[in-house]
């Protein structure tokens, strides 16, 4: 299992509601909802830039560092464990899945292929379980499209593992609500403490109370 973490300046897209300091807890809180849901299923490797601190983690698992990009890093990865000579067997799994349990680790680890794709709300890639030594990730943007395209052009079989909770990845301010209503773990109890609280009446969004702010 990898598990990809911005360790520093994580979750911009969500200034407007968190200050820095709450983005941090909360990446770290759904960081840690998603170890939760891959412990117990292989090794865990977080891959991160430089300065992680495995205390902040609160979990025995191995910190990989690294100054390059997502996908020179993961490929990286991919091509170090291809030479050592075993049956390939990556799991990549983003640290913002805050809704993730077991159940969806478990599914995509039991679907067919030489490469399963879980795709993320609006054309991303959230988990990617890969078999071959040919394939090499290419996140940002419409990236499961292009995970497809990759695949395919590599010659490699393709599945696709789609889930709801796997789908779910918190990156915008109206995903928080999803965390509230379907949370389960530790990032919804974050929100809680920080005062967010769901309408009782209307659509769903937030609420904030006055004094919420950490």
Same mark, same amino acid.
Not at 147 to 159: F, K, M, P, W
């Given at each position: 299992?990898?598990?990809?973490?911005?360790?520093?300046?994580?979750? *911009?897209?969500?200034? %407007?509601?968190? %200050? @820095?300091?709450?983005?941090?807890?909360?990446?770290?809180?759904?960081?840690?909802?998603?170890?939760?849901?891959?412990?117990?299923?292989?090794?865990?490797?977080?891959?991160?830039? @430089?300065?992680?601190?495995?205390? #902040?983690?609160?979990? #025995?698992?191995?910190?990989?560092? *690294?100054?390059? +990009?997502?996908?020179?890093?993961?490929?990286?990865?991919?091509?170090?464990?291809?030479?050592?000579?075993? @049956?390939?067997?990556?799991?990549? $799994?983003? /640290?913002?899945? /805050?809704?993730?349990?077991?159940? =969806?680790?478990?599914?995509?680890?039991? $679907?067919?292929?030489?490469?399963?794709?879980?795709?993320?709300?609006?054309?991303?890639?959230?988990?990617?379980?890969? !078999?071959? @030594?040919?394939?090499?990730?290419?996140?940002?943007?419409?990236?499961?499209?292009?995970?497809?395209?990759?695949?395919?052009? /590599?010659?490699?079989?393709?599945?696709?593992?789609? %889930?709801?909770? /796997?789908? $779910?990845?918190?990156?915008?301010?109206?995903?928080?609500?999803?965390?509230?209503?379907?949370? !389960? +773990?530790? %990032?919804?109890?974050?929100? =809680?403490?920080?005062?967010?609280?769901?309408?009782?009446?209307?659509?769903?969004?937030?609420? !904030?109370?006055?004094?919420?702010?950490?």
């Amino acid at each position: 299992m990898v598990i990809p973490f911005k360790n520093q300046g994580a979750k *911009s897209r969500l200034a %407007s509601d968190l %200050s @820095p300091k709450e983005r941090r807890l909360l990446s770290f809180a759904m960081l840690k909802d998603v170890l939760d849901a891959v412990l117990g299923q292989g090794r865990v490797t977080i891959l991160s830039r @430089p300065g992680l601190n495995i205390a #902040d983690v609160g979990y #025995d698992v191995e910190i990989q560092e *690294s100054g390059l +990009g997502l996908n020179d890093a993961l490929n990286t990865l991919i091509a170090e464990e291809a030479r050592l000579g075993w @049956p390939l067997d990556i799991l990549i $799994c983003m /640290a913002d899945l /805050a809704l993730l349990t077991e159940k =969806e680790v478990v599914g995509i680890i039991n $679907c067919q292929g030489d490469v399963v794709l879980c795709p993320g709300r609006g054309g991303g890639t959230n988990m990617i379980l890969i !078999r071959s @030594p040919k394939f090499r990730t290419c996140y940002r943007g419409l990236s499961f499209s292009k995970h497809v395209a990759y695949a395919r052009q /590599a010659g490699l079989e393709v599945s696709v593992f789609e %889930s709801f909770r /796997a789908g $779910c990845d918190i990156d915008e301010p109206e995903d928080l609500a999803e965390v509230l209503l379907h949370g !389960r +773990g530790r %990032s919804k109890g974050v929100l =809680e403490e920080m005062g967010f609280i769901l309408p009782e009446k209307g659509r769903a969004g937030l609420i !904030r109370r006055s004094g919420g702010e950490i």
